[in-house]
């Protein structure tokens, strides 16, 4: 049996007890007249305004009891515990200092005293949850570094005061390294100390591209899910999707440099342009395509490499072949050695703006 079911027969007994007293009461003020004619009995106002009774509790009940809480566990269901901690806190503030304030304004001539100290209960109560969700952030990274240096510091513990910076610490995550995919590897090395935090417009635009009607899109959304999926299943690694937000922008990549010079925290991404534009306005990032560059192994003019040839090369006589870390090799007068592999000596690195190149020659 559902509840909504039992709420209305609840509410069809309510309203039909109500109905019928209410007829009651109206049938014997229509009868006190006895000249007046064409009047309905006293049974006959109850069984009716009775029966309107039970056909409003029967269809409106539902309006006023359990679709409102239904509507109100969807709210709370997509509220962090984060932010409703914070939306708690800041409402007892904001209550406090209401109650605080309440008994000089009272002391006002009236209406002043009699009204103003409920509209600063609601005004300081409304400020006290606004504020705090929309720094809770910083709240909860002062809350652990008070936290972290409240303990006992000894001589030994260096270690353990920078395992709790790490802990604080907290990066944003763009959509274009969700997308890339190559973060969730990085982050079970434990090279990104720290939580990762995810806002939820970035999760609004991946959405966005997985239901993209291109194809190539819709599969790169799918597998930024997917990412998301692998990361929050780390026992290692923390993820945290919030709700906070930056009013009056709307691209993500402006939201992105603005929340994260709020939170005085990186963002790690691998797209160029928001690279750039964070760099410009002093917010530090952290860029995998600049992490993957720098961990490519470093090779010197007469180095020998053993290298498969797999194709031809742009120019005359040229061959290609790549290292196990993706680096490109051209052979010079490597064509004739293709589905080979062979000894190279490096003759030049060159690093560009797209990665690093290594040009060669075969060994005699």
Same mark, same amino acid.
């Given at each position: 049996?559902?509840?909504?079911?039992?709420?209305?027969?609840?509410?069809?007994?309510?309203?039909? %007890? #109500?109905?019928?007293?209410?007829?009651?009461?109206?049938?014997?003020?229509?009868?006190?007249?006895?000249?007046?004619?064409?009047?309905?009995?006293?049974?006959?106002?109850?069984?009716?305004?009775?029966?309107?009774?039970?056909?409003?509790?029967?269809?409106?009940?539902?309006?006023?009891?359990?679709?409102?809480?239904?509507? #109100?566990?969807?709210?709370?269901?997509?509220?962090?515990?984060?932010?409703?901690?914070?939306?708690?806190?800041?409402?007892?503030?904001?209550?406090?200092?209401?109650? #605080?304030?309440?008994?000089?304004?009272?002391?006002?001539?009236?209406?002043?005293?009699?009204?103003?100290?409920?509209?600063?209960?609601?005004?300081?109560?409304?400020?006290?949850?606004?504020?705090?969700?929309?720094?809770?952030?910083?709240?909860? !990274?002062?809350?652990?570094?008070?936290?972290?240096?409240?303990?006992?510091?000894?001589? !030994?513990? *260096?270690?353990?005061?920078?395992?709790?910076?790490?802990?604080?610490?907290?990066?944003?995550?763009?959509?274009?390294?969700?997308?890339?995919?190559?973060?969730?590897?990085?982050?079970? %090395?434990?090279?990104?100390?720290? *939580?990762?935090?995810?806002?939820?417009?970035?999760?609004?635009?991946?959405?966005?591209?997985?239901?993209?009607?291109? *194809?190539?899109?819709?599969?790169?959304?799918?597998?930024?899910?997917?990412?998301? *999926?692998?990361?929050?299943?780390?026992?290692?690694?923390?993820?945290?999707?919030?709700?906070?937000?930056?009013?009056?922008?709307?691209?993500?990549?402006?939201?992105?440099?603005?929340?994260?010079?709020?939170?005085?925290?990186?963002?790690?991404?691998?797209?160029?342009?928001?690279?750039?534009?964070?760099?410009?306005?002093?917010?530090?990032?952290?860029?995998?395509?600049?992490?993957?560059?720098?961990?490519?192994?470093?090779?010197?003019?007469?180095?020998?490499?053993?290298?498969?040839?797999?194709?031809?090369?742009?120019?005359?006589?040229?061959?290609?072949?790549?290292?196990?870390?993706? %680096?490109?090799?051209?052979?010079?007068?490597?064509?004739?050695?293709?589905?080979?592999?062979?000894?190279?000596?490096?003759?030049?690195?060159?690093?560009?703006?797209?990665?690093?190149?290594?040009?060669?020659?075969?060994?005699?």
């Amino acid at each position: 049996m559902s509840s909504d079911f039992i709420v209305r027969l609840i509410g069809m007994i309510v309203f039909t %007890t #109500l109905g019928v007293y209410w007829g009651t009461t109206l049938g014997k003020i229509a009868n006190a007249n006895p000249a007046a004619s064409n009047t309905f009995s006293v049974e006959q106002y109850a069984f009716t305004i009775g029966l309107v009774g039970a056909l409003v509790g029967l269809i409106l009940t539902p309006l006023f009891t359990t679709r409102p809480l239904r509507a #109100l566990r969807a709210i709370f269901a997509r509220i962090s515990a984060q932010s409703l901690f914070a939306s708690l806190a800041g409402l007892v503030v904001g209550l406090i200092i209401a109650a #605080l304030l309440a008994f000089p304004i009272s002391l006002l001539p009236t209406p002043f005293g009699d009204v103003l100290p409920f509209v600063g209960v609601v005004l300081f109560g409304y400020l006290g949850v606004a504020v705090f969700v929309m720094r809770q952030l910083d709240l909860f !990274s002062l809350i652990a570094t008070i936290t972290g240096r409240g303990q006992a510091v000894a001589p !030994s513990t *260096s270690a353990e005061s920078g395992a709790n910076w790490a802990e604080s610490r907290t990066i944003l995550l763009d959509t274009s390294v969700i997308i890339d995919g190559r973060i969730a590897d990085i982050a079970r %090395t434990g090279f990104l100390p720290g *939580s990762l935090l995810i806002p939820r417009f970035v999760l609004m635009e991946l959405q966005y591209i997985a239901d993209s009607p291109d *194809s190539l899109r819709r599969q790169r959304g799918r597998r930024g899910m997917e990412v998301l *999926s692998q990361l929050q299943k780390e026992p290692s690694i923390p993820v945290r999707v919030s709700d906070v937000d930056v009013d009056g922008v709307r691209e993500v990549d402006d939201k992105l440099v603005i929340l994260a010079r709020q939170l005085r925290c990186p963002i790690l991404t691998n797209d160029y342009n928001l690279n750039r534009i964070a760099e410009l306005q002093g917010v530090t990032v952290l860029n995998v395509n600049e992490l993957a560059n720098a961990v490519k192994s470093v090779l010197l003019p007469g180095e020998v490499l053993n290298i498969r040839v797999i194709q031809e090369g742009k120019e005359s006589n040229q061959g290609v072949g790549y290292m196990d870390d993706g %680096t490109m090799v051209v052979i010079e007068n490597g064509r004739d050695y293709i589905d080979q592999e062979i000894e190279v000596v490096v003759t030049k690195v060159l690093q560009t703006a797209a990665g690093r190149m290594i040009f060669g020659r075969p060994e005699l």
